[in-house]
């Protein structure tokens, strides 16, 4: 099986019926059991999504590994099963490290629309004009100084798949959050506006070190183990202690950091049991979803209705419902991205 210089078909441009064929990276890979013999089970990306894909017996019988993070030449056919689309591998072959370098690897990591510097710089901004309390200040201005912490925020994901899942996903995420959290503060004036937003931007901190990024963007070996909410009050601690924080105020941050997950079953440590804690709960959880509902129906008309594939971690399929004319539409772009970023900014929140 040779493999072209062309790319060839993209993952978001498949459409059931159609032959699938190109260059894809493999996301994750496990063989199954079923009753007619073994099975892989595979997840395909590149920059605009992900399909999964079967190799099913006796040609599952010829590939006694398919390690994730390998990129791979695939020729198959994309079909529905079960409301969801699925690619039957016909052919695949691993790309060897040569023909992997000769690759522009962008075209296998999906990536923000925003260039994450201007994120990064937004969020900068977000704490000098929002935190008046010089122990905040100065904990963030230690926090995004940190060279070791910057790198990585530049091409984190928010998760490894469900929401967020693309470089640059975690300050989006950040930012998503802080604008929810300040907007809540802004209708709710008992809230502490500051702790809020210093909580909405550090509450994921601990993935930097959860996710190793990269091709395989699988779960490190302190991810497993700690977990991100750990990880992240570990890396907290040597800038609280500079910032010169109130007892009671770290003490404060470290159950919001603690209880954004909201319950034990979704992984938090502890329940919110303060105003903010649930307020940067519930924040966290509507960014995170409206998030992994926009990229359900990607491509989709404003005028167009459709039920989603049934999703997992929903526990339901989504319905996309007709929209309202004018309602629901992208803003038009003037041209000038950082003018439109802060129109769209300025629509969003007079939605709170």
Same mark, same amino acid.
């Not at 099986?1 to 190109?22: L, Y």
């Not at 370098?101 to 201007?118: E, H, T, V």
């Given at each position: 099986?040779?493999?072209?210089?062309?790319?060839? *078909?993209?993952?978001?441009?498949? #459409?059931?019926?159609?032959?699938?064929?190109?260059?894809f990276l493999i996301g994750a890979a496990a063989l199954q059991q079923a009753r007619n013999g073994p099975f892989w089970r595979i997840e395909l990306r590149d920059a605009t999504g992900s399909l999964e894909a079967r190799i099913w017996s006796p040609a599952s019988r010829e590939y006694g590994e398919l390690p994730a993070g390998r990129i791979a030449a695939i020729e198959g056919r994309a079909e529905m099963f079960r409301d969801q689309m699925q690619v039957g591998i016909n052919r695949l072959r691993l790309l060897e490290e040569?023909?992997?370098?000769?690759?522009?690897? #962008?075209?296998?990591? #999906?990536?923000?629309? *925003?260039?994450?510097?201007?994120m990064l710089a937004e969020i900068e901004a977000m704490c000098r004009s929002e935190l008046r309390h010089k122990p905040w200040r100065k904990l963030m201005a230690s926090l995004l100084r940190d060279e070791d912490i910057r790198a990585r925020l530049l091409t984190a994901t928010a998760a490894r798949n469900v929401h967020h899942a693309w470089a640059g996903g975690l300050l989006e995420h950040m930012l998503g959050v802080a604008r929810l959290c300040l907007a809540l503060a802004g209708l709710y004036p008992e809230l502490d506006r500051q702790i809020l937003l210093v909580g909405a931007l550090t509450h994921d901190l601990g993935k930097l070190w959860e996710l190793s990024g990269g091709l395989t963007n699988d779960y490190t070996d302190e991810g497993r183990l700690v977990g991100h909410t750990g990880l992240g009050l570990e890396k907290l601690a040597p800038h609280i202690r500079k910032s010169g924080l109130e007892p009671e105020l770290a003490l404060h941050l470290r159950h919001l950091v603690l209880s954004h997950h909201g319950l034990p079953e979704y992984g938090a440590a502890r329940e919110p049991l303060t105003a903010e804690a649930f307020a940067l709960h519930h924040a966290d959880n509507v960014d995170a979803r409206l998030a992994q509902l926009r990229v359900l129906f990607e491509g989709l008309g404003p005028e167009a209705s459709a039920w989603s594939p049934y999703q997992t971690t929903l526990k339901r399929a989504i319905f996309r419902a007709a929209h309202t004319p004018g309602e629901g539409t992208a803003p038009e772009r003037s041209g000038n991205r950082q003018a439109d970023d802060k129109t769209l900014r300025e629509e969003q929140c007079s939605l709170l």
């Open positions: 099986m040779k493999t072209s210089s062309a790319k060839g *078909r993209m993952a978001a441009d498949i #459409a059931p019926g159609e032959e699938a064929h190109g260059l040569e023909e992997t370098g000769q690759l522009d690897l #962008a075209d296998f990591l #999906a990536s923000s629309s *925003r260039p994450a510097g201007d």
